[in-house]
Every structure is written in structure tokens, then in C-alpha cells.
């Protein structure tokens, strides 16, 4: 059921956002990295390479790309107030070693937790009429569905054309344009 909108620019994206999304500023990022993500056609994933050139899935940037925002001290502090009880009787004292086993367990709370608000905004994105999700990968049609799959989306052209900035031609600098018989010179 998807939303067959007239997209002229940023404010109907985001109103037609407003009104099918609870998170519309979220989904809306979540869109924007979708298109630094995406090829000249719009299609992003299903792997992207990080700032180190390391192949990623695309949730899993995503999801990395989103992280400062759940990194204020009040909420970090909290989840790892309930890491730590719920590790309890697992940690051995040590600390270096329990807190190197409470940041991982953190950090993989956070993660699971950012690949859940990334499918919900783009489940958005997807209702609003913005992209379209499909998955690649090994045996698409099986019964463990998510199973060696990952996500693939692709940006409505109209969404594309509004929301990427054109790469205009950057002028080339010329010291100095030489004369036809110095097109050959050696030196």
C-alpha cells in the first residue's frame, strides 16, 4: 500500500513523512544516508563501504552512522546500569576484564536496538511511497526468511532528484594554456 504522492521537494517529503511516520525527523535521516548510500539509480545496498573502505551491510551503516544519537549520558548511563545487573553473576571482578564484557554487551544492545529504528523508519519510508525495499543474497525463498538475505533500497527517482545535491562541474585551474607548438615540448 504504497502512497502515490507528488514529491516537488523537501516539505512534501516531510509532510507526507509527518503523516505516516511517529519518528518523521528520524525517517528522514535515515533517508538521507540512504541516498549518500545510494548509486547514480537510487539503489543502496546490500553492502556500502565505510570511511576505512571496508565492505558494511547497509543496516549495519546505517545503524553506525546513527550511533551519536543514542550516545547522550543519560540513556548510555541507564542501559548500562541494566547490563551490568544483568550480567550480575558473570562478572569476575577483574576490572579490565568486566569492563571490557560490559562494553560489548553494551554496545551489541545498542546495535540490536539501532537495526529495530532503522526497519521501522524505512518500513515509513517504504509506506510513504519514498523508496522500495527488496533483499539479495543466497536462496531468497526459503523458510528461514532473513537468512542470508540483506536489504537492498531504492529511492524513488523524484526523491533522488530533490533530496541529491547535482555535482555541478568544478572548473579545472590552468596556469597558463600553451601555445600550439608548445603542446609537444619536452621539458
Not at 544492545?109 to 524505512?122: E, H, K, M, T, Y
Not at 526459503?142 to 532528484?161: C, D, E, S, T
Amino acid at each position: 500500500m504504497q502512497n502515490h504522492t507528488h514529491f516537488s521537494g523537501i516539505g512534501s517529503i516531510f509532510a507526507t513523512l509527518a503523516k505516516v511516520s511517529a519518528r518523521p525527523r528520524y525517517a528522514f535521516m535515515v533517508l538521507q544516508l540512504v541516498i549518500e548510500a545510494a548509486d547514480a539509480k537510487g539503489r543502496a545496498g546490500p553492502l556500502v563501504r565505510d570511511g576505512s573502505n571496508q565492505p558494511l551491510y547497509l543496516r549495519d551503516w546505517l545503524c553506525t552512522q546513527l550511533l551519536p544519537l543514542s550516545e547522550r549520558d543519560d540513556r548510555r548511563s541507564a542501559l548500562r546500569a541494566r547490563v551490568v545487573a544483568s550480567l550480575g553473576d558473570r562478572l569476575t571482578g577483574n576490572i579490565e576484564t568486566d569492563e571490557a564484557m560490559i562494553a560489548e554487551a553494551v554496545e551489541e544492545q545498542v546495535l540490536a536496538a539501532g537495526r529495530s529504528n532503522i526497519s521501522r523508519a524505512i518500513s515509513d519510508l517504504v509506506k510513504a511511497g519514498i523508496l522500495s525495499r527488496h533483499y539479495a543474497g543466497y536462496a531468497t525463498n526459503h523458510a528461514n526468511r532473513g537468512g542470508g538475505r540483506h536489504a537492498v533500497y531504492v529511492v524513488q527517482p523524484q526523491i533522488l532528484g530533490a533530496l541529491r545535491p547535482t555535482a555541478l562541474p568544478t572548473p579545472r585551474a590552468v596556469s597558463r594554456i600553451p601555445a600550439q607548438g608548445q603542446l609537444f615540448a619536452v621539458g
